[in-house]
Protein backbone atom coordinates (compact mmCIF):
# COMPACT_ATOMS: atom_id res chain seq x y z
CA UNK A 1 0.00 0.00 0.00
CA UNK A 2 1.52 3.05 -1.09
CA UNK A 3 0.96 6.64 0.45
CA UNK A 4 1.57 10.60 -0.03
CA UNK A 5 2.63 12.64 2.64
CA UNK A 6 2.98 16.54 1.71
CA UNK A 7 4.78 19.19 3.21
CA UNK A 8 4.12 22.77 2.55
CA UNK A 9 6.91 25.13 1.90
CA UNK A 10 7.17 29.05 0.84
CA UNK A 11 9.64 31.17 -0.76
CA UNK A 12 9.83 35.08 -2.47
CA UNK A 13 12.00 35.61 -5.73
CA UNK A 14 12.78 37.62 -8.46
CA UNK A 15 13.34 36.79 -11.87
CA UNK A 16 13.31 37.78 -15.43
CA UNK A 17 11.98 35.29 -18.37
CA UNK A 18 14.38 35.83 -21.27
CA UNK A 19 16.78 34.13 -23.60
CA UNK A 20 20.32 36.11 -23.99
CA UNK A 21 20.37 34.76 -27.39
CA UNK A 22 17.29 37.09 -28.61
CA UNK A 23 17.17 40.78 -28.37
CA UNK A 24 14.69 42.59 -26.10
CA UNK A 25 11.90 43.41 -28.68
CA UNK A 26 12.10 39.29 -29.17
CA UNK A 27 12.26 38.33 -25.28
CA UNK A 28 8.36 40.90 -25.06
CA UNK A 29 7.02 39.56 -27.43
CA UNK A 30 7.43 36.43 -26.11
CA UNK A 31 7.51 36.90 -22.70
CA UNK A 32 5.82 40.11 -22.44
CA UNK A 33 5.83 41.89 -18.95
CA UNK A 34 7.47 39.00 -17.37
CA UNK A 35 10.57 39.58 -19.65
CA UNK A 36 10.95 43.28 -17.89
CA UNK A 37 14.58 43.87 -17.77
CA UNK A 38 14.39 45.30 -13.45
CA UNK A 39 13.04 41.86 -12.85
CA UNK A 40 9.71 41.10 -11.22
CA UNK A 41 8.84 38.81 -8.11
CA UNK A 42 6.38 35.99 -6.87
CA UNK A 43 5.30 34.69 -3.41
CA UNK A 44 6.15 31.28 -4.39
CA UNK A 45 4.15 28.33 -2.71
CA UNK A 46 5.79 24.99 -2.76
CA UNK A 47 4.17 21.33 -2.02
CA UNK A 48 6.52 18.66 -1.45
CA UNK A 49 4.26 15.41 -2.19
CA UNK A 50 6.39 11.71 -1.54
CA UNK A 51 4.99 8.56 -1.77
CA UNK A 52 5.88 5.35 -0.72
CA UNK A 53 5.23 2.86 1.92
CA UNK A 54 4.91 3.25 5.84
CA UNK A 55 7.15 1.72 8.27
CA UNK A 56 6.02 -0.82 10.13
CA UNK A 57 8.44 0.24 12.91
CA UNK A 58 7.53 3.98 13.06
CA UNK A 59 4.23 4.66 11.24
CA UNK A 60 6.26 7.01 9.23
CA UNK A 61 6.41 7.13 5.69
CA UNK A 62 9.09 9.54 6.19
CA UNK A 63 9.97 11.86 9.56
CA UNK A 64 8.67 15.35 8.79
CA UNK A 65 10.94 17.10 10.39
CA UNK A 66 13.53 15.55 8.33
CA UNK A 67 11.38 16.63 4.84
CA UNK A 68 11.08 20.29 6.61
CA UNK A 69 14.80 20.74 6.94
CA UNK A 70 15.92 19.19 3.46
CA UNK A 71 13.27 21.65 2.15
CA UNK A 72 14.41 24.74 4.13
CA UNK A 73 18.13 23.67 3.22
CA UNK A 74 17.96 22.99 -0.21
CA UNK A 75 15.00 25.42 -1.72
CA UNK A 76 13.61 27.79 0.81
CA UNK A 77 17.42 28.98 2.12
CA UNK A 78 19.09 29.39 -1.46
CA UNK A 79 16.02 30.46 -3.36
CA UNK A 80 14.53 33.09 -0.63
CA UNK A 81 14.68 36.49 -1.47
CA UNK A 82 17.21 35.93 -4.02
CA UNK A 83 17.11 37.01 -7.88
CA UNK A 84 16.80 33.54 -9.44
CA UNK A 85 18.41 34.74 -12.94
CA UNK A 86 21.80 36.38 -11.06
CA UNK A 87 22.29 34.68 -7.41
CA UNK A 88 21.31 30.74 -8.05
CA UNK A 89 23.61 29.02 -9.97
CA UNK A 90 21.16 26.50 -11.06
CA UNK A 91 19.57 29.66 -13.36
CA UNK A 92 22.65 30.87 -14.92
CA UNK A 93 21.60 29.33 -18.20
CA UNK A 94 18.29 28.19 -17.68
CA UNK A 95 15.34 30.49 -17.78
CA UNK A 96 13.77 30.20 -14.19
CA UNK A 97 10.16 29.56 -15.74
CA UNK A 98 8.09 28.45 -13.21
CA UNK A 99 8.46 25.04 -15.09
CA UNK A 100 11.51 25.07 -14.68
CA UNK A 101 12.04 25.89 -11.32
CA UNK A 102 9.96 22.99 -9.94
CA UNK A 103 11.97 20.42 -12.17
CA UNK A 104 15.26 22.43 -10.55
CA UNK A 105 13.59 21.72 -6.92
CA UNK A 106 12.41 18.38 -7.57
CA UNK A 107 16.69 17.07 -8.82
CA UNK A 108 17.35 18.96 -5.87
CA UNK A 109 15.71 16.73 -3.39
CA UNK A 110 15.67 13.64 -5.63
CA UNK A 111 19.35 13.06 -4.87
CA UNK A 112 19.04 13.79 -1.14
CA UNK A 113 15.74 11.45 -0.59
CA UNK A 114 16.09 7.90 -0.44
CA UNK A 115 15.14 5.42 -4.23
CA UNK A 116 12.17 4.39 -2.03
CA UNK A 117 10.22 7.36 -2.22
CA UNK A 118 8.45 8.86 -5.33
CA UNK A 119 8.58 12.98 -5.55
CA UNK A 120 6.06 15.22 -6.40
CA UNK A 121 6.55 18.92 -6.83
CA UNK A 122 3.48 21.50 -7.03
CA UNK A 123 4.77 25.13 -7.46
CA UNK A 124 2.18 28.05 -7.09
CA UNK A 125 3.54 30.73 -8.93
CA UNK A 126 0.39 33.20 -8.44
CA UNK A 127 -2.87 31.80 -6.79
CA UNK A 128 -3.97 30.91 -10.40
CA UNK A 129 -0.54 29.66 -12.09
CA UNK A 130 1.29 26.48 -11.31
CA UNK A 131 2.78 23.32 -12.27
CA UNK A 132 3.34 19.77 -11.12
CA UNK A 133 6.04 17.88 -12.11
CA UNK A 134 7.05 13.89 -10.81
CA UNK A 135 10.23 13.09 -12.40
CA UNK A 136 8.69 12.24 -16.00
Not at 60 to 65: A, E, M, Q, R, T
Not at 93 to 114: D, F, G, Q, S, Y
Request: glycine share 4%; hydrophobic share 40%.
Amino acid sequence: MAITIFRKAHFNAAHRLFRKDWDDKKNQEVFGKCSNPNFHGHNYELIVGITGKIDPETGYLIDLKILKDLIFQEIEEPFDHKNLNVEVPEFKNLNPTVENIAVVIWEKLRVKLEMKYQISITLYETPRNFVTYNGN
